[in-house]
Protein backbone atom coordinates (compact mmCIF):
# COMPACT_ATOMS: atom_id res chain seq x y z
CA UNK A 1 0.00 0.00 0.00
CA UNK A 2 1.20 3.54 -0.88
CA UNK A 3 1.97 5.95 2.42
CA UNK A 4 -0.48 8.25 2.84
CA UNK A 5 2.08 10.86 3.09
CA UNK A 6 3.27 10.41 -0.63
CA UNK A 7 -0.35 10.53 -1.88
CA UNK A 8 -1.18 13.92 -0.82
CA UNK A 9 2.20 15.18 -2.30
CA UNK A 10 1.24 13.68 -5.47
CA UNK A 11 -2.55 15.32 -5.56
CA UNK A 12 -0.39 18.60 -4.60
CA UNK A 13 1.85 18.53 -7.27
CA UNK A 14 -1.05 17.72 -9.57
CA UNK A 15 -3.14 20.48 -8.48
CA UNK A 16 -0.26 22.77 -8.21
CA UNK A 17 1.00 22.34 -11.82
CA UNK A 18 -2.72 21.46 -13.23
CA UNK A 19 -2.49 17.61 -13.98
CA UNK A 20 -5.19 15.68 -15.08
CA UNK A 21 -3.55 12.40 -14.95
CA UNK A 22 0.25 10.67 -13.37
CA UNK A 23 1.44 7.54 -13.41
CA UNK A 24 3.68 6.14 -11.76
CA UNK A 25 5.50 2.66 -11.84
CA UNK A 26 8.67 0.86 -9.96
CA UNK A 27 9.10 -2.76 -9.31
CA UNK A 28 6.66 -3.01 -6.42
CA UNK A 29 4.08 -0.65 -7.27
CA UNK A 30 2.01 0.96 -9.42
CA UNK A 31 0.05 4.38 -8.69
CA UNK A 32 -1.86 5.93 -11.13
CA UNK A 33 -3.86 9.62 -10.29
CA UNK A 34 -6.37 10.72 -12.13
CA UNK A 35 -8.42 13.98 -11.71
CA UNK A 36 -11.42 15.84 -14.03
CA UNK A 37 -14.25 14.89 -15.77
CA UNK A 38 -17.17 14.17 -13.60
CA UNK A 39 -14.97 13.93 -10.56
CA UNK A 40 -13.67 17.19 -8.53
CA UNK A 41 -11.74 14.84 -7.30
CA UNK A 42 -8.46 12.78 -7.91
CA UNK A 43 -9.43 9.31 -7.76
CA UNK A 44 -6.28 7.00 -7.16
CA UNK A 45 -6.12 3.57 -8.64
CA UNK A 46 -2.70 1.67 -7.08
CA UNK A 47 -1.68 -1.49 -8.01
CA UNK A 48 0.54 -4.15 -7.23
CA UNK A 49 2.40 -5.54 -9.98
CA UNK A 50 2.70 -9.20 -10.66
CA UNK A 51 4.80 -11.87 -9.01
CA UNK A 52 5.64 -13.68 -12.28
CA UNK A 53 5.17 -11.90 -16.16
CA UNK A 54 1.34 -13.11 -16.95
CA UNK A 55 1.05 -14.76 -20.49
CA UNK A 56 -2.89 -14.19 -20.53
CA UNK A 57 -4.62 -10.45 -20.40
CA UNK A 58 -5.10 -9.12 -17.00
CA UNK A 59 -8.73 -8.06 -16.52
CA UNK A 60 -9.08 -4.85 -15.91
CA UNK A 61 -9.13 -2.76 -12.69
CA UNK A 62 -12.16 -0.86 -11.27
CA UNK A 63 -10.97 2.90 -10.29
CA UNK A 64 -10.76 3.17 -6.65
CA UNK A 65 -13.18 5.56 -4.79
CA UNK A 66 -12.43 9.19 -4.56
CA UNK A 67 -9.48 10.46 -1.97
CA UNK A 68 -11.57 12.39 0.39
CA UNK A 69 -15.33 13.08 1.30
CA UNK A 70 -16.90 15.86 -0.60
CA UNK A 71 -17.12 19.32 0.32
CA UNK A 72 -19.76 21.33 2.23
CA UNK A 73 -22.21 23.16 -0.10
CA UNK A 74 -21.69 26.87 -0.70
CA UNK A 75 -23.73 29.10 0.84
CA UNK A 76 -26.14 30.86 -0.85
CA UNK A 77 -24.98 33.98 -3.09
CA UNK A 78 -27.78 36.51 -1.37
CA UNK A 79 -25.61 35.60 1.69
CA UNK A 80 -23.12 37.83 0.98
CA UNK A 81 -20.22 35.59 2.74
CA UNK A 82 -17.06 34.79 1.47
CA UNK A 83 -15.35 31.30 2.03
CA UNK A 84 -12.00 31.03 3.14
CA UNK A 85 -10.13 28.35 0.86
CA UNK A 86 -7.94 25.23 1.73
CA UNK A 87 -4.49 26.55 -0.46
CA UNK A 88 -3.34 22.92 0.03
CA UNK A 89 -3.97 19.29 0.56
CA UNK A 90 -3.25 18.38 4.38
CA UNK A 91 -5.01 17.99 8.17
CA UNK A 92 -6.72 21.05 9.16
CA UNK A 93 -6.14 22.59 13.03
CA UNK A 94 -7.95 25.28 14.41
CA UNK A 95 -5.08 25.91 17.56
CA UNK A 96 -0.97 26.60 17.18
CA UNK A 97 -1.19 23.60 19.74
CA UNK A 98 -3.92 21.25 22.09
CA UNK A 99 -3.27 23.73 25.36
CA UNK A 100 -3.42 26.94 23.26
CA UNK A 101 -7.30 28.33 22.14
CA UNK A 102 -8.53 28.52 18.56
CA UNK A 103 -6.95 31.14 16.31
CA UNK A 104 -10.09 32.29 15.47
CA UNK A 105 -14.01 31.54 16.81
CA UNK A 106 -17.25 32.62 15.73
CA UNK A 107 -18.19 36.74 16.01
CA UNK A 108 -14.26 37.02 15.84
CA UNK A 109 -13.03 40.30 13.64
CA UNK A 110 -10.34 39.57 11.16
CA UNK A 111 -7.51 41.16 9.33
CA UNK A 112 -5.95 40.15 6.10
CA UNK A 113 -2.97 38.78 7.79
CA UNK A 114 -4.85 37.09 10.79
CA UNK A 115 -3.80 33.65 11.08
CA UNK A 116 -7.56 31.80 11.16
CA UNK A 117 -5.75 27.80 11.29
CA UNK A 118 -3.14 25.68 10.33
CA UNK A 119 -2.61 23.00 7.72
CA UNK A 120 -0.19 20.18 8.43
CA UNK A 121 1.40 18.98 4.44
CA UNK A 122 4.19 16.12 4.95
CA UNK A 123 5.04 16.96 8.14
CA UNK A 124 5.20 20.95 7.18
CA UNK A 125 2.23 23.15 9.40
CA UNK A 126 1.55 26.07 7.56
CA UNK A 127 0.03 28.96 8.71
CA UNK A 128 -3.07 30.13 6.57
CA UNK A 129 -4.25 33.84 6.85
CA UNK A 130 -7.80 35.37 5.87
CA UNK A 131 -6.34 38.02 3.28
CA UNK A 132 -8.81 40.53 4.05
CA UNK A 133 -11.28 41.84 6.82
CA UNK A 134 -14.51 40.60 8.46
CA UNK A 135 -16.28 38.66 11.22
CA UNK A 136 -16.02 34.91 11.45
CA UNK A 137 -19.82 33.85 10.41
CA UNK A 138 -18.87 29.72 10.42
CA UNK A 139 -16.35 27.27 11.08
CA UNK A 140 -17.26 24.97 8.70
CA UNK A 141 -14.44 22.38 9.07
CA UNK A 142 -13.32 20.24 12.50
CA UNK A 143 -10.33 20.30 14.68
CA UNK A 144 -8.05 17.70 12.75
CA UNK A 145 -10.01 16.41 9.28
CA UNK A 146 -8.33 15.93 6.69
CA UNK A 147 -8.74 19.11 3.91
CA UNK A 148 -8.32 19.46 0.06
CA UNK A 149 -7.26 21.97 -2.17
CA UNK A 150 -10.00 24.72 -2.35
CA UNK A 151 -12.28 23.26 -0.04
CA UNK A 152 -14.05 26.12 2.30
CA UNK A 153 -12.71 26.14 5.51
CA UNK A 154 -14.61 29.18 7.20
CA UNK A 155 -17.26 31.88 6.16
CA UNK A 156 -16.71 35.66 6.67
CA UNK A 157 -18.90 38.17 6.82
CA UNK A 158 -16.34 41.40 4.57
CA UNK A 159 -15.99 44.65 6.38
Known amino acids: MIDIRKLKELVRLMVTNDLSELDLR ?3 QQVTVKRGGNQSQPVVQHV ?3 AAPAVAAAAPVAPAAPVAAT ?3 EPAADEGLVPIESPMVGTFYAKPNPEKPNFVSVGDSIGP ?3 V ?3 EAMKIFN ?3 AEQSGTVVKVLVENGDAVEFG ?3 LLIKPE
Do not use: F, G, T
Open 127 to 129: EIK
Open 151 to 153: QPL
Open 48 to 50: APP
Open 113 to 115: DSV
Open 26 to 28: DEQ
Open 117 to 119: CLI
Open 71 to 73: APP
